[in-house]
């Protein structure tokens, strides 16, 4: 009995500074995450979409190769087994979410591509209970319901006539369909060799997604090679391969590692908000009533459908 007061002084101060870092490695993961986002939107196709999608997994593949060949080497990823998978994981996960982003870029927001990616978890579940993985539930259902509405809200800004229109919210249908490529990887990814760490499996998927998007970029190398080769692509090659790409994932394992996955899934969360935030202050592109609402009922559903 004496000696439960000092074990409360000491537990305290020690739980409330792993919080601190908890929240404080969400908010950089979630930016680091969001500032992808934000460079496809403030690049808007000056760079070619495929070079920097090439080179922005190429540099993510080779951060991350010592993880790899560890992992190689020591049998946790079998290449002869797992060839095919890591191939489908990069085309789903890399290549769908790289190129086809930058290009979304030039026509719509970061905030759209933030808002639409978060409707990840839905599509997930809703893969995950058709092949009979998982049972949604009647709050699960409410919460998909509420997610694409607030998906639809957003995507027709309004209006439902401009999904009719064939040059309407083109760029949001490229994130519509990036985002059920992250859904499908999302749901592979954690199936191949799983007994190698998250890291080394990410430096494989890069590498298939860099071998996925080398042919339209060497097309693209060939055709305009003067917006391919030039400072400003350069640079953007290096940030979009270190934020959101050898830090942010590096920062998410970090975190998986210390707190759980499940703590760790409330960057799902975060993300949104992030890139609303840097939108804002570096595009001079701040959110409207629309987007608060449709952005609202999106993780309000996402919240909803991951309970049980």
Same mark, same amino acid.
């Given at each position: ?8 002084q000491v537990?305290?101060?020690?739980k409330g500074?792993?919080?601190a870092?908890a929240?404080t490695?969400?908010i ?16 808007a196709?000056s760079?070619p979409?495929?070079s920097?999608a ?14 790899a060949?560890a992992?190689i080497?020591d049998g946790?990823?079998p290449?002869?087994q797992n ?5 489908a994981?990069g085309f789903l996960g890399?290549?769908?979410?790289g190129?086809? %982003?930058?290009i $979304? ?5 970061a ?10 978890p839905?599509?997930v579940?809703l ?5 009979g993985?998982?049972h ?13 509405g607030?998906?639809?809200?957003? %995507?027709s ?7 009719t229109e ?5 760029g949001?249908?490229l994130v ?6 992250w859904?499908?990887?999302t749901?592979l990814?954690s199936?191949?060799a ?8 990410v430096?494989?998927?890069?590498a ?17 090679p003067?917006e ?14 270190? %934020?959101p790409g050898?830090i942010?994932?590096a920062?998410?394992a970090?975190?998986g $590692?210390?707190f ?13 908000i ?5 939108s ?10 629309i987007h608060l609402v ?7 559903g ?7």
């Open positions: 009995m004496d000696a439960e007061p000092p074990k409360a537990s305290r101060p020690a500074w792993e919080d870092v929240l490695g969400f950089l993961v979630a930016v680091g995450q969001a500032s992808n986002q934000v460079l496809a939107r403030g690049l196709g760079v979409p495929f920097l090439f080179f922005r997994w190429s540099i993510i593949a080779i951060g991350l190769a010592p993880f060949i992992a080497r946790k990823i290449l002869a060839l095919w998978p890591i191939l994981a890399m290549f769908l979410c190129g086809p %982003v930058y $979304a870029g030039i026509t719509t927001t905030i759209h591509i933030a808002l639409i990616f978060a409707l990840s839905i599509m579940l893969i995950s209970a058709a092949l993985i998982e949604i539930g009647p709050l699960q259902w409410l919460g998909t319901a509420l997610a694409l607030g998906a639809l809200l957003i %995507v800004g309004g209006h439902l006539e401009t999904l064939s040059s309407a919210a083109w949001d249908l519509v369909c990036a985002m059920l490529g859904s499908g990887y749901l990814q199936r191949v799983p007994r190698a760490s998250l890291l080394a499996r430096s494989m998927f890069s298939a997604g860099a071998l996925c998007s080398l042919p339209p970029a060497l097309q693209e190398m060939w055709a305009t003067a391919v080769f030039n400072t400003r692509a350069f640079e953007a090659y290096v940030f979009a391969g270190l %934020v050898l942010a994932y920062g998410f970090w975190l $590692a210390r759980g996955s499940v703590r760790s899934s409330l960057v799902l969360y975060v993300a949104p992030a890139s609303a935030l840097l804002w202050i570096i595009l001079g592109e701040p959110p409207k009533l449709g952005g609202l009922l999106i993780l309000g996402v919240w909803a459908s991951l309970r049980k």
